[in-house]
């Protein structure tokens, strides 16, 4: 079965409002156990607050966390993708957008989120799933061979005294 984007979204994505302060989204984050959060304004995405934009915008600027507001440095220019969508498809918008983290929408409808991490670890899933196959049929494959060459080698005195018999006429 070929991985999908929807096999992915665990639960939905947690969001604060965009006027929350940098120190309250921390907070969640370290409580809920998230690297992001989804920025809203009257429960409408409008963003995206990541580990990444604490460290970049807010720790490595020096700037207060407690009086500055998530919406002043979230994550504005969003990707999503369709839930139906393959994870190579997810893979390829990541690259072409060089962001981690896709939006996924069923219809208009916003279905959670999924990030790099969590195709990546799908696909090489799906990935070891065909290697044992392979390996399998190898293997397979190898033992008759083996027994093969085995019969042969067991008839081989058989078939020199055949040939000698043939020669000596």
Do not use: W
Not at 26 to 39: D, I, P, Y
Not at 66 to 78: A, E, F, K, M
Not at 160 to 166: D, I
Request: glycine share 6%; hydrophobic share 45%; charged share 25%.
């Amino acid at each position: 079965m070929a991985c999908k984007v929807d096999s992915l979204i665990h639960e939905a994505a947690v969001t604060l409002e965009e006027d929350a302060s940098v120190q309250r989204a921390a907070e969640l984050m370290t409580q809920r156990n998230v690297g992001s959060l989804l920025v809203t304004r009257n429960g409408e995405v409008r963003g995206l607050f990541t580990e990444r934009d604490l460290l970049h915008r807010v720790v490595g600027a020096q700037r207060d966390p407690h009086n500055l507001r998530i919406g002043d440095v979230c994550t504005r220019n969003l990707v999503s993708i369709s839930h139906d969508s393959s994870c190579g498809l997810a893979i390829e918008k990541m690259q072409a957008n060089l962001c981690r983290r896709l939006l996924v929408y069923r219809g208009q409808r916003l279905a959670g989120l999924i990030n790099l991490t969590d195709v990546a670890h799908a696909m090489a899933e799906r990935r070891r799933g065909k290697d044992f196959v392979v390996n399998a049929l190898g293997a397979i494959t190898l033992v008759v061979a083996i027994g093969v060459i085995a019969i042969l080698l067991f008839q081989l005195p058989d078939m020199l005294q055949v040939a000698e018999r043939v020669t000596a006429r």
